[in-house]
């Protein structure tokens, strides 16, 4: 009996390339399927991240972290047109995005008047929040959150924001600057009292809700027109 190399025989397999195929034991095409394809027809960069075009049915980024630039508009058009009809399902969203952004804005336009402020503004914003929205709750018979009540407050900001931009360029301190911060303020109080009488549904107290809201905005008024200035030269 021979033991040598060539007694040796090997078993064949009887496994076809076909069978291989069935498995995915493709060699040199693992990755060639139509999956593969179909990655390289999703849009890639900043732009996509941001707002998952080109994903069916994901939510962007921005909607996730609770950015509606449809909303902002919607919101600052409502204030910018107080005599126009309001939703009354404009509270429905707790959009905070959009009253930070006016709060950020009125300090960089303080900051440019030499008015170094942030913190009072901040400070101010967060406690007459607070005040306001408790009174509310006593107030009305429909509950709502601090989040909806901060929001309204916020974007009826803007008129107070435009003021100090043009307090950026002229003078405050006179018969002028007196006027426009006093019809921001009206401007603001009037956007405000609205959009919660139409929403909580209470037409009969408005002069009363009014009053502690021209209290609040007349404090941002306040910083714009008498707030001390810095001198960044020292």
Known sequence: MSHGPDALSFYSSSYSSSANAAFGVGVGNAYDGPATADLDTYPTGWIAALT????????????????????????????????????????????????????????????????????????????GCITLHTILSLMSTTSTNFSRTASVLGYCLLPIVAASCIGAVISMDGMLGYTTTGLAVFWSTFSASAIFVAVLQMTDMRLLIAYPIAL???????????????????
């Open 52 to 127: 998952a075009a080109g994903y069916d049915g994901e939510k962007s980024l921005l909607e996730e972290l609770g950015v509606n630039f449809n909303h902002i508009k919607v919101k600052t058009l409502t204030v910018l047109n107080p005599m126009g009809r309001i939703d009354n399902h404009i509270m429905d969203d707790t959009d905070l995005f959009g009253p930070l952004l006016f709060c950020v804005l009125f300090g960089f336009v303080l900051l440019i008047s030499g008015k170094v402020h942030f913190g009072y503004v901040y400070g101010c914003a967060l406690l």
């Open 216 to 234: 609040f905005y007349s404090i941002f008024a306040l910083l714009t027109l008498f707030a001390e200035r810095v001198d960044t030269r020292s």
